[in-house]
């Protein structure tokens, strides 16, 4: 789809701003307002091309804004007055004969409001349960009967649809609140309110996929921002990027920070501090996201930048949720728990429908081995969005350190599935599957994991490690030698690694047990030069001396000369090769065995 003129998203960006202003819905104001102070100025059109516009677009105001009487006008301008003074019940009551669409909109958006202000002010606890009742959704029930009533006489403007989707999504009717927040963003496509509520309720890419959208220029950002949603963060980040350097939006915040969101996602948290900071920078009050930036300061562990973001925060908003979690980063990167456990529940007192803090709230609470509230954390975080794999791998975390690992693989394997392609949550599966002593499912799940790009750079380990329980020496040894191999070519501080040990103290055994001999001194020497395997590596060299002087006695010759080994004047400077075996994500475990056996006689970390 090719973009229109930066002229023509202006109009409609501007259309939408007086829409959203005389409706009272100030989140999706706000966000029009801003890409739209945000867009390039543009040139001055022809002046009679303009001409031409600006009475189209005079004939288009007059066909669809409503004919109210002046008594009316007059009766809806008090209304909207009440909403911004969230007097909602007394906004409904003087609308309750509305005439129009748009009156009547404010009518129900009025009443919509007003019960679930009630439903706040009537919860004991602001972080109870968040889900459905009997009181909680009476308001909604009774809104959505009165919408089917008016949708029986006339037909509903894109408005109303709206609406009637959200109505519908709070009751839990996914599907039917899809089909009716799609015809509102067919009717009114630059309205972002719509497009933002589909965008949470698309379950998977298929569905993505198969939906009928209108032929739009916010259809690409609601599609970047569905796949946000989904993880499909290479996939949104490069429409992003197309976005962001088009030129019409390369100087908006929306879009760069949902650049940033994606580069935290896909953990290149250089970039997204960049982009974070950025935005930051440009526009110092502006809170939103800010507790994304904090999460990827405590990532890094610069904790003097987030006491300063911090301290901006709670200048600029002492009582927002997003202040709120922003200092409870700051408590946790410094070790005190017990406060940053206050400031989440701050933050969910203020938004008990942020998954954000639930999820960090859990991860806080297993800090303090405090395993049942860590539990009901991240439940509530399931509850409020089932689609974020962070709160299931948290689930299985809790219950794998309770050694309940059938309940463990569970949740593992819901987080595996919305995040296919993570490494950790495919190595967490295989912890578990290996504990359950299914090691065929571990097998494949380490391999998956090293296939997809281990983040942690253990998969080839725990993978040898199953092997070696699987009494399969030979493969075990192929992994092992390429473990140690990509170990040494990461330049990783090995001697600090009991892993690179054990799998060093494994070649040298099994290269004994081969009668490769000459290798297995080499590992051993190796091995010797780390003095937390050093005894061991030395029996394995005088195992090794031993069995050279039985050979040499067997051939009748004197090879003395030839095992002799001064240690002092050992030199451990290798050449390091890389083993080329191409294999690739999708491979089997069984024909990355058949690929690599056939190089498992030399150890190319030993190459010289």
């Known amino acids: 789809m090719r973009f229109p003129s930066c002229n023509a998203i202006r109009r409609d960006l501007t259309d939408m701003v007086r829409e959203c202003s005389d409706r009272c819905l100030g989140k999706t104001h706000l966000w029009i307002s801003e890409l739209l102070m945000e867009l390039p100025q543009s040139r001055p059109e022809k002046t009679r091309q303009a001409v031409g516009l ?17 008594v009316e006008e007059d009766r809806f301008r008090f209304a909207n007055a009440l909403v911004l003074q969230r007097q909602f019940i007394r906004a409904s009551h003087i609308l309750r004969e509305a005439h129009g669409d748009k009156a009547y909109f404010l009518y129900c958006y009025a009443k919509y409001l007003a019960g679930e202000k009630k439903v706040d002010d009537n919860a004991a606890d602001p972080m109870g349960s968040v889900g459905l009742s009997a009181e909680k959704t009476a308001h909604l029930r009774e809104l959505l009967s009165e919408l089917k009533e008016t949708e029986k006489k ?47 309720l698309i379950p998977d890419r298929d569905a993505l996929d198969s939906l009928v959208l209108p032929d739009h220029w916010m259809s690409k950002l609601f599609i970047s921002r569905a796949l946000i949603e989904l993880q499909y963060n290479d996939d949104a980040l490069t429409i992003l990027n197309d976005l962001h350097k088009g030129g019409l939006f390369n100087s908006s915040t929306w879009v760069q920070s949902q650049i940033a969101i994606c580069q935290l996602n896909l953990r290149e948290v250089d970039n997204a501090l960049t982009n ?39 200048a600029t908003e002492r009582y927002s949720w997003l202040t709120c979690t922003v200092v409870a980063n700051w408590y946790s990167i410094r070790g005190h728990h017990e406060r940053a456990v206050v400031y989440f529940q701050r933050a969910l007192k203020l938004n008990p429908r942020y998954i954000g803090a639930w999820t960090l709230l859990g991860l806080e609470y297993m800090e303090m081995k405090n395993t049942n509230a860590a539990i009901e954390s991240y439940r509530r975080a399931v509850d409020v969005n089932p689609k974020d794999y962070r709160a299931w791998y948290g689930l299985g975390q809790t219950y794998e350190l309770l050694k309940m690992f059938n309940y463990s693989l569970y949740y593992y394997q819901n987080a595996q599935t919305l995040h296919p392609n993570d490494s950790r949550m495919l190595t967490a599966l295989g912890e578990c599957y290996e504990r359950l002593q299914r090691n065929d499912e571990a097998k494949r799940c380490f391999w998956r994991a090293y ?17 070696e329980k699987m009494k399969d020496m030979k493969k075990a040894f192929t992994y092992y030698n390429k473990f140690i191999e ?39 020497m190796r091995a010797i030069q780390f003095k937390e ?48 075996t191409g294999t690739t994500a999708d491979d089997s475990v069984e024909e990355s065995d058949k690929n690599t056996s056939q190089n498992d006689s030399s150890l190319n970390f030993l190459s010289p």
Not at 283 to 303: E, H, I, M, Q
Not at 487 to 508: K, Q
Request: overall charge negative.
């Open 276 to 314: 974070f900071s950025a935005i930051h920078t440009r526009d110092p009050y502006c809170l939103d996201n800010l507790d994304l930036y904090s999460n990827a300061l405590y990532v890094k562990g610069r904790s003097a930048d987030l006491a300063t973001l911090a301290h901006q925060a709670t």
């Open 54 to 70: 600006v009475q189209a677009a005079s004939e288009k105001k007059s066909e669809s804004d409503d004919q109210l009487l002046p």
């Open 154 to 200: 006339r037909e509903l403007d894109g408005f109303l649809l709206y609406l009637y989707g959200v109505i519908l999504k709070k009751l839990e009717f996914g599907k039917e609140a899809i089909r009716y927040l799609l015809e509102s963003v067919h009717k009114i496509p630059c309205f972002w309110g719509s497009w933002e509520e589909l965008s949470s």
């Open 533 to 580: 395997c050093r005894e061991e590596a030395k029996c394995l060299m005088s195992e090794i001396l031993a069995a050279k002087r039985l050979v040499a006695d067997h051939d009748g010759t004197s090879e003395e000369s030839s095992v002799s080994v001064n240690m002092g004047e050992y030199n451990s400077d290798y050449d390091m090769t890389k083993n080329t």
């Open 451 to 467: 296939a997809v790009g281990d983040i942690e750079g253990t998969a080839l380990l725990k993978l040898a490690k199953v092997i």
């Open 486 to 524: 990509e170990s040494t070519m990461r330049a990783e501080a090995v001697s600090e690694s009991s892993d690179y040990f054990h799998a060093l103290m494994f070649l040298g055994k099994y290269l004994v047990k081969e009668s490769r001999l000459d290798e297995a001194s080499q590992v051993a």
